[in-house]
């Protein structure tokens, strides 16, 4: 089965006309059934579209290996946990935060929010924002003068 067939499986799939999936990719008809036939290879920008928009696996959709649809993605915190080197307490803090209930988790993010955000006003505002400007504010010292004040 080629990229065309497994194209129109895809649109068959999902109950769609030719015209239906040209409308969801951005494309024309005819375009679609170029595709379908074979005549043409739909390019990486469209393939990607496909997969994204149908959750197709692009792996199925190019050639043919694996399953035609990807797997729901999962997180699982432990795995989570292993992969970043997580503390126990780092654990309990990241399930205790989940179990609130949205509006505190809201309260919570914009109270930490403001505790590390620079305040207005202070000297994180007043420093440099660019090398530039750095260079403006603190202009740089000839050594060769410094060495010749120092003897």
Same mark, same amino acid.
């Given at each position: 089965?080629?990229?065309?067939?497994?194209?129109?499986?895809?649109?068959?799939?999902?109950?769609?006309?030719?015209?239906?999936?040209?409308?969801?990719?951005?494309?024309?008809?005819?375009?679609?059934?170029?595709?379908?036939?074979?005549?043409?290879?739909?390019?990486?920008?469209?393939?990607? !579209?496909?997969?994204? $928009? +149908?959750?197709?696996?692009?792996?199925?959709?190019?050639?043919?290996?694996?399953?035609?649809?990807? $797997?729901?993605?999962?997180?699982? !915190?432990?795995?989570?946990?292993?992969?970043?080197?997580?503390? #126990? =307490?780092?654990?309990?803090?990241?399930?205790?935060?989940? $179990?609130?209930?949205?509006?505190?988790?809201?309260? %919570?993010? #914009?109270?930490?929010?403001?505790? +590390?955000?620079? $305040?207005?006003?202070?000297?994180? #505002?007043?420093?440099?924002?660019?090398?530039?400007? %750095?260079?403006? !504010? +603190?202009?740089? =010292?000839?050594?060769?003068?410094? #060495?010749?004040?120092?003897?």
């Amino acid at each position: 089965m080629g990229l065309g067939e497994r194209l129109r499986k895809v649109r068959k799939a999902f109950d769609l006309t030719q015209q239906e999936l040209a409308d969801k990719i951005g494309s024309k008809r005819n375009t679609v059934a170029t595709y379908e036939m074979g005549r043409t290879n739909p390019s990486t920008a469209i393939i990607t !579209l496909i997969c994204r $928009e +149908f959750n197709i696996n692009e792996e199925w959709l190019r050639y043919g290996t694996g399953d035609m649809f990807q $797997e729901e993605s999962t997180f699982s !915190l432990d795995e989570y946990a292993t992969a970043h080197h997580l503390t #126990d =307490i780092d654990i309990k803090i990241l399930r205790l935060y989940m $179990e609130l209930d949205e509006t505190t988790r809201r309260n %919570l993010l #914009d109270m930490l929010k403001k505790a +590390f955000a620079p $305040e207005e006003g202070s000297a994180y #505002d007043k420093a440099p924002k660019n090398p530039t400007e %750095l260079e403006r !504010l +603190f202009p740089p =010292i000839d050594i060769s003068d410094a #060495d010749s004040n120092t003897g």
